[in-house]
């Protein structure tokens, strides 16, 4: 007459199942800004890389408050957001963190005309605060002693992370290819390596726990980020606007606040 | 004897319409994703050094973390399911904490606890381990997040052990290890295979916990869905072909350790 434990079992389990499953992506870019009433029309959409986002805030303001056009913004990972865009998403504008992302978006014919770069970041030595790994120069890192931690090579942290090494001559042997710039810092930040490869903008976000060691060659393997309006844009003029607004002089500013370096001279 | 739960003819028509929508709900996905693959490109993709290396690398530590989820959640469920003492419901609460935790802040709770500047960090630099970037730390998350799963199963086995059943071995004059051996364990067996299978399948789909404490590093650390979520960066292809590995290993594994006749068990 007795049932097996297992048929009561199970939908508890599947439900728990279910719930712990939820957080298992990272950042899956959602829309940051309100959706605007009736009054004011459409938003802009724009979709821009994870490590642009704070420095974007102010200049959606400066950009509402000039045109009355609200902008809807996405940030993400750059391949994320170029998946949701190639899986139809709308967009208006397009900043992803490197060119090969751009590219891949032009391949697909997803860009209505040439990119324009907004701006460019190097890569720098972080080590957590206190360096306890003593560690100097690029070379250091070659010793294996050292826990160190870089971006895969798949991931564009990773890629300049590479050329940059050959570069200086140096051989690295990372204790771990981290799958994103986020996560390199994460160790670091930790303790739980002794140094890792993250762009300045990303050193600078970390604040004390960080200290931050400049790589001379670096200033050669810039990493830039183009910005274009997308082919499927319902408001090209507006996100041409927003581009605009970027080269500007306040949106040059705020980016070289944000540790950003300047666009022409990463054109150059 | 046979008397099934849910006899066909007892069941509402209605109950067919939600229930058709979440099978659809759950296959179409996967059924989409099929459709995805390149069957020409599917050998090379799945047979490059990297996948091999990610395939290999999450059987041995989903094994591994199922066995330790065995060893250690079995007791376990066993402790709690006799607890009479004070705050052993809330000790039950605490356990089954890392089934609702974003496994990400499992990561993060292992990096303080295993990591260099963790709570036993010094003590293990002492004794020489070195848990850091090591398939160790796979383990250890793995485990960490799959073992309530053992826990919830077996203890829920435990509760349909008739209690007469017992107290006529040990009238008999069995000992405690003796009923637990002859008795307890053979009656909670689908139990404790549905807690393998679901501690398995959790430690195989580890993703969060495991890049926040143990790192990724192909051969050491970079399991299969470590390796699918850095394909997607260039090869997206690859990641599908990889994802699709992934639920074969996952249909097998579960066709394998079901019990073997189902409806034995609802007997």
Redesign the interface.
Known sequence: MRRSARTRLLPGALLLALLSGCANAPDSGAPDADTPDAETGQPLRVLAAASLQEVMDPLVQEFTERTGVPVQLSSGGSADLLSQLTQGAPGDLFVPADEPTMERAQDASLIRQDPSVIASNTLVIAVPSGNPGRIGTLADLADPQHALVLCAPQVPCGAVAQQLAQAADVTLAPDSEELAVTDVLGKVRSAEADAGLVYSTDALRAGEEVETIRIEEAAEFPNRYPAAVLAGAEQPELAAEFIELLLSESGQSALEQAGFGPASEASG | ?S?R?TGGAALPRWVLFPAAAAAVFILLPIFALLTRIELAELPRLLSSEAALSALWLSLRTSVTATLLCTVLGVPLALVLSHATFRGSGILRTLI?L????????GGIAL??TF???GLLGESLELLGVQI??STAAVVLAQTF?SL??MV??VE?????V?KEVMEAAVVDGAGPTQLLRSIVLPL?L??LA?GVV?AFA?SL?E??AT??F?????GV??TLP?EI??????D?DAAVALSVLLILVAVVVIGLTR?RSAPD??R
């Open positions: 004897m008397r739960p089954l890392p089934l609702v935790l974003p496994p990400v802040i990096l303080n990591g260099r500047q850091a970037f997040v309530p799963f919830i199963a829920s086995a435990l509760r349909g008739q909670i689908p139990g549905s679901l959790r789909g993703f969060g890049i926040a143990a790192g990724s590093l192909q650390t970079r470590l979520y850095l394909q997607r960066e260039t997206p019990p068990a609802l």
